[in-house]
């Protein structure tokens, strides 16, 4: 039996409950087209009430020891694993992922986990450098936080935003993605099994407008985590300031680019790069989307990238066999579509795939797509396509790599390999990236290290302990101390 949730709730103030105008929208399996749940839509009231809660219950939550606070990730954690399996068939349901390719869950479980024993680490400073005065920091919690979370990955982003702003003593409203709003709303569920007391933790799912604009613009929300799309973060951000500057963190999109000089480890460099960009059917942020041969070693790198890249076994995603299911609904692979068909009139060369296969599945899958020497100024070499489409270039130089790399508004990992490693330190240090991989690339990341993008890839970075300081305020005291 596959696991359903046919009517999923809003987590507002402890309680499961519809929208107050009863209002839902239709979510559809993306591999079959057919109707899977009627989702509620949080109206603007629902997300007024969800943030009144977060309110009211701010000052018994941030006056809790940290170490209870734990307590509740620790349960809620256990129940995300025991649930690995359901969340995994509500995913490939919601958005298509295939059930085998499935980590959210224990990835989400081990977040509330690190959290659980990270509070030790929320401290202050104190000095006696002012003469006269003892002076220290205080870390505070802010109040009320709003995350807002994209489609992709739903759970790890639920967890890594909402984990570091509860464990601080913030109290939360999340808004899911409208096209996965399944597991949250199962998440829902278990927080309430966890016990998390009343307000402390809300759920709510809805489209942008009206819920999440509501939040954005929320006079009593102070802090707000964003994953999603550039043109979103920067409504968000626009919003932010229209209203109370409430603290706004952007993790947003990517182009990221992976240069591959002819002494690499060739089998290596194809094998990660076709994972990286045909993963989640390329709908990750930081897929390498753009490839930079050296000249010498384009065409034996090109062909064994293409042979690799074809061999997927498209399908349904609840069939355990499948590692690549569709994209994750009709807008999604329109674009995507639209993209692959502005590629082939770009002046670049369709060698790979360039067709959706809707007609023939009845579902919105894209066929693994690659273009070679597509003109550096075509719009798919500088905006995010989404999908499994990868564009192939060459270099002759490291310095014409380093240019051809940075020259996008996007920053958020690029890659290199190489066997010189004063090369790969040289390039690291040119490349315009959060983040960069030597003899690697994406997904390959550091748990520990900080995650976020340069220029238009973000503002402010991610991961465990770096992400406390988003819902953090810094209070500086001075104590003058007589005959000190
Ligand atoms: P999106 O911007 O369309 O939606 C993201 C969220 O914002 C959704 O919950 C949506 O309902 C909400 N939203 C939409 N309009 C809003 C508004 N006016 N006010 C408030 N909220 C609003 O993005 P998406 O399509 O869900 O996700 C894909 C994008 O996310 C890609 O660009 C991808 O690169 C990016 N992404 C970035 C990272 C990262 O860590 N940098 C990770 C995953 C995805």
Redesign the pocket.
Known sequence: MVATLSSPKLLINGELVEASDKKTFPLYNPATREKVADVPEASEQDANAAVAAAKAAFPAWSALDPSARAGYFKKLANLLRAHSSELAELEAQAMGRPVAQYFDAFAAAGNFDHYAEAWPHIQGQASLNTPGYVTMTLRQPMGVVAA??????PLL?LSSKCAPALISGNTVVL?????APLTAARVAELVIEAGFPPGVFNIISG???PS??V??RHMDVRALS????????R??QE?AAQTNLKKVTL????KSPALIFGDADMDKAVEETVNSIQWNSGQ???ANSRIYVEKSAAPAFTEAFSRRFQAVNAGNPLEKTTNHGPQADEVQYKSVMAYIEEGKASGGQLTLGGNGTLEKTGGFFVEPTVFVDTPETARIMKE?I?GPVVLINTFETEEEAITRANDTEYG?YASVYTKDVDRALRIAKALESGYVGVNCTSPATGRDLP???YKM??QGREGWLHSLDHFLETKSVIIKVAHL
């Open positions: 807002i979370i994209p489609w992709n990955v982003f808004k899911s993605s409208e096209k489209h942008g407008l999440g604009a939040l954005s964003f994953t999603g799309s550039g043109r979103t973060g409504l968000i919003m993790e947003l999109g990517g990750v942020c930081m995010e989404f958020l995650f976020g993008g890839s973000g």
